[in-house]
């Protein structure tokens, strides 16, 4: 049998090929020069052989990321299995195994028994017993990583873009897990491992909340049902007077409400779990900075942006006198409404990685928990205008958006306040974040959706007329 | 009560006083065998002076019901529910008995109650009633002699003290109308105790003669035939110090010797335990699951209603989810009953600091579900007679787990009169033709208890039992269509439950799953509902039915084979699908 190294080499330049295609590789749009083999590892059987691997995707000298791949080898591959095809290898074909139930148990397998493979760790958390009988099924199709759910108990996450240093997804989960948080999905198991001596994460196991439901489809169903009411009451006859979303079946905000205790919740947590302390000196500025950097890079590239840009420096250099301490700590680092689950038991946070694009060393730094809410509040506005729904009338569409926004944004903070200090309370730093947020917004969207640029643009019109 | 058997007629030497007998009178054919009929049955509530006037007195009495029996057989009703139909002054609706083995002449006799049971026994159809055991009207003869005579056979039959202060820790529940659970007896001179209304007095179990008068009366109507009791007020038999004297151990203790006294004498009848109280809590009511349940056979389960309610409003599964999810499992023998609209309503005290704060957000504030918690309204007028949406929580009603209760009047989609009040603004008559009285009563239109329901889109000439019976499109038809389906199939009353998952929060799915002791009987039904008036689309993952075919229930089409991938529907506003999951290449028709 060939050595799983050698298979990989072998079968380098077909990964190199199918590359392009996946929907977490982070390099789309660069060409990919090669594939250059890190390291690889037999993890099941002979027929069929489940072998674990690690690549280094050469896309020129400031491009080049690592990214894990579970590969299946099998003689015969059967049809249901086609199109995991990635390259023959003698006789045999080599596929994507994470299609493949009878290999995925593989993985389960091993974290139960907490074995290590040439150094591949796989554990489970203290305490877990697993039920190493359910199959599984990759669900979604997610930016960055593969997730497998077992059955409908666990969901295994796999981070394809291995990169060095414990994940931080995994290191909060364990932090907010060992005080008995109720707003995350327990933790449950790992693959980890060292890759030139430096940690990394390959994969995290955790509880698979069965019938939850993300914030965002939750949020959008409430907006659709008010302008729904406000379809109705265009069409009528007489004075039109917009519907109050307060007054609409589908109002969100005590959903709302609850969400901004349950974030609040998980900042407490992580203090109190990886501490929290008041921000060292130079913070502020190193904010403010990184704020007007960001925004001169976007200001290149989205002429749009221009007319805002006195008002937009000016908020970010408000950031700079601020008096009084301010605390900083561990956060989520990407909190948006597609980072929080509905399930029947509340709401939870999930994906704990932070902004992938990000450097590690700047995810893991510790910062105001107002950029959380920040992120927070700016997808509230998001959901509000997302839905191509009334645009008959532009601007009776933004009153009902902009009414639904504040109703849910004012109901988010109330609950947040509940369980942590007012964030309303440091309204400066909180405006600058959300403006520097709608920066990068308006970047993003310039280069990727441009239909949706009016979202962010007209928020930074608002955000700077209005004084925090 | 002249002229018709009743208690008190006259006294023996000991003073006990002569109770009619069951042997006094013919006895019902019995139903049929069937230990566990309640759980696949379809209730059906009706008020006695609402469904139809025989004796054309302006009141509907058991006369009526029983020439409509035909009408509810048709519609594929079970069991018969009967509020209250004993003698009674009337101060509360007839929770108010003067006597337990009397009916109140409005609504005829005994012997009339012994013909519509055995009428609806040759019907399949079963009768239970309401049963209050905790307190009598003061106008009982049991509380006369109890006040005349504390030395007397009655004299400790209800709670007397000199004094007013005992069990300072029960709350006074009618807190409108009552200042305290003691009134004080001029006759007696002496305070009684009553947890409700003060012409109301607890009778007293600590007498272990009361339980076994109340356990007599049980039987006088057991012996004449009845099917079961709903039994009122369960959770305030006894008082103890130091307690707020509801759920007491020893309340438990005697729910267990009516439910033995069932089992060993009368077995295949059924006690429904009225406990007003969140689902972790009413399952005690059920007693012990190692014995399959020794207590009630049945509760209901108060909070589903308004939950049902809430979700499709808010257009997300998330409070019908919550609810289920926080039910306990209950013992193999006992069954929720369930419900859309019924005479008693959810209350906000009975719920937990959680609970209370969740319905407050989500309830209290929003003025329309307010007005749904508060007033009494039917289920029609709810909805805006919104027939997707009636179609909706109808299916809800019928294959969520639990026994379904339907309302008199419901199944034609009739409507409320607001002006007459909240307790008779859904009592009005039942309309089953568009003639006079709704047909209803053939009496002067002035003399009807209260007046049939005559506005444009609910009224009598609209809304009838005659002109939807004749349509196969009518409300009526549809309901009677779906309780055959649900007839079925035995997943519905006897199957587990477990909820779907998917991605859609405005989508609520879920399985019941019977199996069988014999290998045919095994059923197996999803069931899809949209709770958005937008059409969804939702992907449910079904792989463990993999290979199987669904089959929807009510045209019998097939669908197309599950497989691995999640499995993909799209629901039209409002809309839901039942399936039965076949086997494939069976081309089992449902």
């Known amino acids: 049998m060939i050595s799983a190294t050698d298979l990989l080499a072998d079968i380098a330049d077909a990964l190199a090929a199918v590359l392009p295609e996946q929907r977490w590789f982070a390099g789309k749009g660069r060409p990919v020069h090669g594939v250059i083999p890190v390291r690889a590892t037999d993890l099941a059987g002979a027929e069929p052989r489940l072998v674990h691997a690690v690549v280094e995707v050469d896309q020129g000298e400031q491009h080049r990321d690592r990214y894990q791949f579970l590969l299946g080898v099998r003689s015969d591959l059967p049809d249901i299995l086609g199109h995991a095809w990635v390259a023959a290898c003698g006789d045999q074909a080599v596929y994507q195994a994470i299609h493949d139930p009878e290999l995925t148990a593989v993985l389960l397998d091993l974290m139960a028994q907490g074995t290590t493979v040439e150094g591949l760790r796989f554990a489970v958390e203290p305490g877990v017993t697993l039920d190493t009988e359910q199959r599984s099924r990759p669900v979604g199709a997610e930016q960055s990583n593969t997730s497998l759910v077992y059955g409908q108990t666990y969901i295994l996450k796999l981070f394809r873009k291995v990169a060095a240093g414990r994940s931080p997804d995994l290191e909060l989960h364990r932090a907010l897990a060992s005080l008995g948080c109720k707003h995350i999905a327990a933790p449950l198991g790992s693959i980890e491992g060292a890759l030139e001596s430096v940690p990394v994460t390959y994969g995290m196991l955790t509880e698979y909340l069965r019938n939850a439901a993300d914030g965002w489809a939750m949020a959008t169903a409430s907006v659709r049902d008010l302008l729904a009411a406000n379809l109705l009451v265009e069409g009528a006859p007489g004075p039109v007077e917009q519907a109050d979303p307060a007054d609409v079946g589908g109002d969100f905000a005590s959903e709302a409400h609850r969400l901004g205790q349950a974030v609040a919740t998980v900042h407490t947590d992580l203090a109190t779990a990886l501490g929290s302390a008041p921000a060292p000196a130079g913070y502020l500025d190193a904010v403010a900075d990184d704020m007007h950097r960001r925004l001169d890079g976007v200001l290149a590239q989205v002429p749009e942006l221009s007319p805002h840009e006195d008002a937009l420096r000016a908020a ?17 680092g990407d909190l948006h409404l597609g980072q929080v689950l509905r399930s029947v038991t509340g709401w939870v946070l999930i994906d704990f990685e932070g902004e992938p694009m990000v450097p590690l060393a700047t995810r893991v730094a510790p910062t105001s928990t107002l950029r959380d809410v920040a992120g927070m509040l700016r997808s509230f506005d998001y959901a509000a205008n997302y839905l191509p729904l009334g645009d008959d009338d532009p601007e009776q569409r933004a009153a009902v958006a902009l009414a639904w926004t504040t109703r849910n944004q004012d109901a988010f903070c109330d609950g947040y306040a509940q369980a942590a200090p007012d964030p309303r309370k440091h309204a400066v730093l909180l405006h600058a974040f959300e403006l520097d947020k709608a920066v990068y917004e308006v970047g993003y969207e310039h280069s990727n959706r441009p239909l949706w640029l009016p979202i962010p643009l007209a928020a930074i019109t608002r955000l700077t007329t209005t004084s925090p | 009560m002249k002229g018709a058997p009743h208690t008190g007629e006259a006294m023996l030497p000991d003073g006990h006083l002569v109770e009619p007998q069951a042997g006094d009178y013919e006895h019902a054919k019995a139903a049929p065998t069937d230990p566990h009929w309640y759980k696949r049955a379809v209730f059906y509530e009706v008020l006695v002076r609402a ?34 139909f004993y003698a009674s002054p009337l101060r509360d609706g007839g929770y108010d008995i003067s006597d337990f083995r009397a009916v109140l002449p409005e609504f005829g006799t005994v012997e009339d109650f012994v013909v519509l049971l055995d009428e609806a026994h040759k019907r399949g159809i079963r009768v239970i009633t309401d049963l209050v055991m905790n307190h009598t009207s003061d106008q009982h003869p049991w509380f006369q002699e109890s006040r005349r005579d504390p030395e007397g056979p009655y004299g400790d039959f209800y709670v007397w003290n000199d004094k007013d202060t005992g069990y300072p820790d029960a709350r006074v529940i009618f807190v409108d109308t009552e200042t305290s659970n003691w009134t004080y007896d001029p006759v007696r001179r002496q305070f009684y105790w009553h947890r409700f209304f003060s012409h109301q ?3 007293n179990y600590d007498n272990f003669e009361v339980g076994e008068a109340m356990l007599d009366v049980l039987r006088f109507w057991l012996d004449l035939g009845i099917d079961g009791f709903r039994l009122d007020a369960v959770p305030y038999l006894f008082e103890e110090e130091g307690t707020n004297c509801e759920n007491l151990p020893r309340t438990h203790e005697f729910l267990k010797r009516c439910r033995k006294v069932i089992d060993d004498e009368y077995p295949g009848r059924v006690l429904l335990a009225e406990a007003n109280q969140w689902p972790a809590d009413v399952v005690e009511y059920f007693g012990d699951p190692a014995a399959g349940g020794d207590e009630a056979h049945m509760a209901f389960h108060f909070p589903l209603m308004p939950r049902i309610f809430m979700a499709v409003r808010r257009e997300s599964r998330f409070p019908i989810s919550e609810i289920l999810a926080q039910t306990p499992p209950i013992p193999s023998g006992a069954q929720w009953g369930i419900f859309l609209r019924n005479h008693d309503e959810l209350t906000l005290e009975m719920v937990t600091d959680e609970e209370r704060d969740y319905m407050y957000s989500e309830y209290v504030k929003d003025p329309r579900m307010r007005a749904n918690i508060g007033i009494r309204r039917r289920l029609a007028p709810l909805l805006d007679n919104d027939r997707n949406q009636l179609e909706l929580f109808t299916a809800l009603l019928l294959s969520l787990p639990g026994s379904p209760v339907l309302y008199y009047g419901d199944e034609i989609g009739m409507g409320d009169n607001i002006w007459l009040g909240d307790r008779d603004s859904v009592r009005t008559p039942m309309q089953w033709t568009p003639d006079r009285n709704a047909g209803f009563s053939s009496c002067d239109p002035g003399r009807i208890y209260l007046p049939v329901i005559m506005d444009p889109v609910y009224g009598y000439q609209a809304v009838n039992v005659e002109a939807q019976s004749t349509s196969s499109q009518s409300l009526l038809n549809w309901t009677r269509r779906m309780i055959q389906v649900r007839h079925q199939h035995s997943a519905f009353g006897l199957g587990d439950f477990s909820e779907l998952s998917s991605s859609n929060p405005s989508v609520l799915a879920y399985r019941r799953s019977h199996v069988s002791n014999h290998d045919a009987g095994d059923d197996l039904v999803i069931c899809v509902n949209n709770l958005s008036r937008f059409p969804q689309p939702v992907e449910l993952d079904l792989g463990e039915h993999a290979g199987g075919v669904p089959v929807e229930l009510t045209g019998g089409v097939h669908f197309p084979p599950i497989g691995e991938l999640p499995y993909l529907l799209t629901l039209p506003g409002h809309g839901f699908y039942w399936f039965q999951i076949v086997p494939p290449n069976t081309g089992r028709e449902p």
Do not use: M, S
């Open chain 1, 316 to 332: 970010f250099d408000a950031v700079r006198g601020l008096e009084g301490p301010v605390p900083v700590q561990r956060v989520h």
């Open chain 2, 51 to 84: 469904f139809h006037d025989h004796d054309g007195n302006g009141a509907g009495d058991l006369a009526g019901l029983t020439r409509k029996l035909d009408y509810l057989e048709w519609l594929g009703i079970d069991c018969l529910w009967l509020p209250p």
């Open chain 2, 201 to 203: 007095p607890d009778l």
